[in-house]
């Protein structure tokens, strides 16, 4: 039991786990905002406003330095490991997205060898075929979101 206290007393951890908590919510009130719909999927899901990934490591990267210092090896991994995460969400998960979305267009136009009736809309997946996850990453607005928010709260968390 004294180790899970302990956890909650680790300010690195809980700066991480706050931002990317906050941002979770914040992406799902977003969400909600916009389409007047909860989406219960976007208080744990991928891309979105603000990036949680960019948050928390920006929040673990901040804490460090706070704790540890710019100079030491603990804050120099934890900020490369921001940088590759950050960028992985702008390129390779962002360029995921939107094949998703390409696919999943593809798959509703009818086959090129039938006609379909002008003005019908396409046919809808049937339950076999499942919609491929459109919301992977991030813009680089996003990123840059998540980032400031994940530095305010390591600033903001007591240490």
């Known amino acids: 039991m004294n180790t899970i206290s302990e956890a909650f007393h680790n300010y690195v951890l809980m700066s991480a786990v706050v931002a990317w908590l906050i941002a979770q919510v914040m992406k799902t009130a977003?969400?909600?905002?916009?389409?007047?719909r909860f989406e219960p999927e976007r208080l744990v899901g991928a891309g979105g406003m603000p990036s949680a990934h960019s948050a928390t490591v920006c929040a673990l990267t901040i804490a460090i330095s706070r704790v540890e210092g710019v100079s030491s090896p603990l804050f120099a991994i934890?900020?490369?490991?921001?940088?590759?995460?950050m960028y992985d969400a702008m390129g390779v998960r962002r360029a995921a997205g939107e094949h998703a979305k390409a696919i999943n267009e593809m798959r509703r136009m009818p086959p090129f060898s039938q006609e379909e009736p002008e003005g019908e809309p396409p046919e809808p997946f049937d339950d076999e075929e499942k919609e491929l996850k459109e919301y992977l990453g991030h813009t680089p607005l996003e990123v840059l979101a998540g980032a400031l928010l994940g530095i305010l709260?390591?600033?903001i968390v007591p240490q």
Request: proline letters at 0%; aromatic letters at 16%; glycine letters at 0%.
């Open 30 to 36: 977003i969400t909600f905002l916009k389409s007047k």
């Open 153 to 155: 709260v390591a600033m």
């Open 78 to 85: 934890a900020f490369l490991f921001a940088i590759v995460v």
